[in-house]
């Protein structure tokens, strides 16, 4: 396979390198590019130094696959490029996850999207929605989805390394006040940001992305997890709704996910079928934290939902970096290897 990864010095782009070399990819050529701040850097996949390309600039031909970590306008327009050039595109962006020609995959769950890529490209899902669609898809397969409630508990590198850094810069500056405060009120008012609309550290902030402009009042997180859930799952007309929570995690989304069912699902049964499905992890609590750097997604607190028909009521937890990004798509990567999708 030869391979490119756009945005290779940024946080998912890092969590790609590694995730290759731990799962021990084969990767017979090697090419890195971020844009023009982090060009000139360098990388290492697997021992191997390599330089960081400009992407804005480069040519991407004799790459088979690359994997994009670089946002959604960087994608609209590096995407089509690298296509044209011959390879596969995986992108971690929001840029083609609604295209009907365009298949957006989750690896455990609807690997067969992959039979048909009109455009030459594959969307991974949000990172909230990766790791809820782990967790629900064989519930799915099992009893049929009605309606899915959920609300999140987002960590704050999902906004990038600004979001953590923000984090980290407002703890630090309480934390050196702390003694002199002497109430609450007074905490409350220190330290102002930019990435995040109200204080992040030591608070939870009701709302993870922009309010969208269309009237709805929903976040485009929350927007996001709606509409991909019924993409992944093949059920258009799935009730979904959403409250998408910022918290002072650094890494690991959590949910608290309320699913009603077609037919019966008794937790018991739930629990054999989460025990058995790929990618999953039972946990008595699972945590953002426990979930960090893990493949797995954790599950817990699956119990039965007493107030509509048929309905199971459990906690997930997972690495939003790891398999809510850059593990997915090194997992694309693998089954495309596998189908003989590269290097016709």
Do not use: W
Not at 90 to 106: E, Y
Request: charged share 20%.
């Amino acid at each position: 396979m030869k391979l490119g990864v756009v945005g290779a010095t940024g946080l998912v782009g890092q969590v790609i390198l590694d995730v290759l070399a731990e799962r021990g990819t084969r990767v017979d050529e090697f090419r890195a590019f971020a844009s023009a701040r982090g060009a000139g850097q360098r990388v290492v996949l697997g021992g191997r130094a390599q330089v960081v390309e400009n992407a804005a600039r480069a040519d991407f031909a004799g790459l088979d696959l690359v994997l994009m970590s670089a946002g959604a306008d960087a994608a609209r327009a590096l995407a089509p490029r690298a296509v044209d050039a011959g390879a596969i595109v995986v992108d971690n962006s929001s840029a083609f996850r609604a295209d009907p020609d365009v298949p957006l995959v989750v690896s455990e769950v609807n690997p067969g999207a992959l039979a048909s890529i009109p455009r030459g490209i594959v969307a991974n899902p949000n990172c909230t929605t990766m790791v809820a669609m782990t967790a629900v898809g064989p519930l799915h397969a099992a009893a049929g989805l009605r309606r899915l409630v959920v609300s999140s508990y987002q960590a704050v590198s999902g906004a990038g390394r600004d979001g953590v850094d923000e984090l980290c810069g407002q703890v630090r500056s309480l934390g050196t006040r702390a003694e002199g405060l002497t109430t609450t009120a007074e905490m409350a008012n220190y330290v102002a940001g930019s990435v995040f609309p109200e204080r992040i550290a030591f608070n939870v902030v009701p709302l993870a992305g922009g309010i969208l402009d269309d009237g709805s009042d929903e976040s485009a997180e929350e927007r996001k997890l709606v509409e991909e859930s019924r993409r992944i799952l093949g059920t258009p007309e799935l009730a979904v709704t959403g409250t998408c929570v910022r918290v002072p995690v650094v890494t690991g989304h959590s949910m608290s996910i309320h699913a009603e069912f077609e037919r019966p699902l008794p937790p018991e049964r739930a629990l054999e079928l989460l025990r058995e499905a790929r990618g999953v992890e039972l946990a008595e609590v699972p945590t953002p934290l426990a979930a960090t750097g893990r493949d797995a997604t954790l599950v817990g607190r699956v119990r039965a939902d007493t107030t509509v028909p048929h309905g199971l009521a459990l906690f997930v937890c997972g690495d939003n970096l790891r398999k809510g990004a850059a593990l997915n798509a090194v997992q694309i990567a693998e089954e495309l290897v596998a189908r003989g999708a590269l290097g016709g």
